[in-house]
């Protein structure tokens, strides 16, 4: 198949990205269609990422130094968003600024979108991916088994967990086009648009590795274990999370209402407001809208916390 005919983006949002930065656009380079160009931002860099990425750009016409000289921090999911709003193509890849993509994976995911022939809706594809360590050593060839993470996408399970990796993704246009609002409700880009995908649109898994996802100590999200995550902070860092849950999913319900149906709008209702409620209360309407957490133990664990931690009381009830 030709991919001649179509712009790939792929966005790099960059922070103090020097010990790994060469490799990861090297393996861009190295792809096996040429029909991308790649978008860096940087997000503030006090190292010498700015340096590795102009050499990059001045030498290579596909890849775009996009704002070498305002360099404002943003954090970085309002960098990656910023990335999506003021680049143009035809399709969009996130890229993280430490792994190593296979030399297939531009293609294998494009293949995969153009498959789907949905032009009209918003889709988002993924993948799975290799755990390799700093030095690209495999620690396990999947990610989603390691995680133990499901390879469909239902908001049941989205509106509490999510399964979908930023740097696998690709958008389509009419996904781009439905993030018209950044909002600082929004935890994570990937999870916005998965959020985004699943209500309006349709998510697709490639299931296979197409990506080395490293493992180090700097990372922004990273691979732990189920119970390393769970048991990583105490009981207040823990409610804070499902808050930031709950204010993320009642931000979606308030941008995207008029375009849910009723099943949607049931679970959106329940995913953002179950910490305002007293813990039996939040218990059964988590529990009779379906919503739930993969795996017997976290879901476990999920349900215990929400008989256990203490109500919130701040922000709005509405």
């Given at each position: 198949?030709?991919?001649?005919n179509?712009?790939?983006?792929?966005?790099?949002?960059?922070?103090?990205?020097?010990?790994?930065l060469?490799?990861q656009i090297?393996?861009?380079?190295k792809q096996?269609?040429?029909?991308?160009?790649?978008?860096?931002?940087?997000?503030?860099?006090?190292?010498?990422?700015?340096?590795?990425?102009?050499?990059?750009?001045?030498?290579?016409e596909?890849?775009?130094?996009?704002?070498?000289?305002?360099?404002?921090?943003?954090?970085v999911?309002r960098?990656?968003?910023?990335?999506?709003?003021?680049?143009?193509?035809?399709?969009y890849?996130?890229?993280?600024?430490?792994?190593?993509?296979l030399?297939?994976?531009?293609?294998?995911?494009?293949?995969?979108?153009?498959?789907?022939?949905y032009?009209?809706?918003?889709?988002?594809?993924?993948?799975?991916?290799?755990?390799?360590?700093?030095?690209?050593?495999?620690?396990a060839?999947?990610?989603?088994?390691?995680?133990?993470?499901?390879?469909n996408?239902?908001?049941?399970?989205l509106?509490?967990?999510?399964?979908?990796t930023?740097?696998?993704?690709?958008?389509?246009?009419k996904?781009?086009?439905?993030?018209?609002?950044?909002?600082?409700?929004?935890?994570?880009?990937?999870?916005?648009?998965?959020?985004?995908?699943?209500?309006?649109?349709?998510v697709v898994?490639?299931d296979?590795?197409?990506?080395?996802?490293?493992?180090?100590?700097?990372?922004?999200?990273?691979?732990?274990?189920?119970?390393?995550?769970?048991?990583?902070?105490y009981?207040?860092?823990?409610?804070?999370?499902?808050?930031?849950l709950?204010?993320?999913?009642?931000?979606?319900?308030?941008?995207?209402?008029?375009?849910?149906?009723?099943?949607q709008?049931?679970?959106?209702?329940?995913?953002?407001?179950?910490?305002?409620?007293?813990?039996?209360?939040?218990?059964?309407?988590?529990?009779?809208?379906?919503i739930?957490?993969i795996?017997?133990?976290?879901?476990?664990?999920?349900?215990c916390?929400?008989?256990?931690?203490?109500?919130?009381?701040?922000?709005?009830?509405?």
């Amino acid at each position: 198949m030709d991919f001649s005919n179509y712009d790939i983006a792929i966005l790099m949002s960059t922070y103090n990205a020097e010990k790994y930065l060469s490799e990861q656009i090297e393996s861009i380079i190295k792809q096996d269609t040429a029909s991308w160009r790649l978008y860096i931002r940087d997000d503030g860099s006090t190292d010498k990422t700015c340096e590795i990425i102009s050499r990059y750009a001045q030498n290579n016409e596909r890849i775009i130094f996009i704002n070498e000289n305002s360099r404002q921090n943003l954090g970085v999911t309002r960098s990656f968003l910023w990335l999506l709003k003021n680049v143009s193509a035809d399709f969009y890849m996130f890229c993280d600024q430490d792994d190593y993509w296979l030399s297939t994976k531009v293609r294998e995911t494009l293949q995969e979108m153009l498959a789907q022939q949905y032009e009209d809706i918003p889709v988002l594809v993924h993948s799975d991916l290799e755990v390799v360590d700093a030095n690209l050593e495999l620690i396990a060839s999947s990610f989603f088994e390691r995680q133990g993470l499901p390879k469909n996408t239902v908001l049941t399970n989205l509106v509490v967990q999510n399964n979908v990796t930023g740097c696998t993704v690709m958008v389509n246009q009419k996904l781009k086009q439905s993030v018209a609002i950044v909002s600082d409700k929004v935890i994570i880009h990937d999870w916005w648009l998965a959020l985004i995908a699943t209500c309006l649109g349709k998510v697709v898994f490639v299931d296979k590795p197409l990506i080395k996802y490293r493992q180090h100590g700097n990372n922004v999200i990273g691979s732990s274990t189920v119970f390393s995550k769970f048991f990583s902070g105490y009981v207040q860092q823990i409610r804070d999370n499902l808050v930031a849950l709950n204010e993320q999913n009642a931000e979606f319900k308030n941008i995207f209402e008029s375009r849910l149906n009723d099943s949607q709008e049931k679970v959106l209702t329940v995913g953002s407001k179950f910490m305002k409620q007293s813990s039996i209360s939040r218990y059964f309407s988590v529990k009779h809208a379906g919503i739930y957490k993969i795996g017997k133990v976290r879901n476990l664990l999920f349900y215990c916390l929400l008989l256990i931690l203490p109500k919130y009381r701040g922000g709005n009830d509405d």
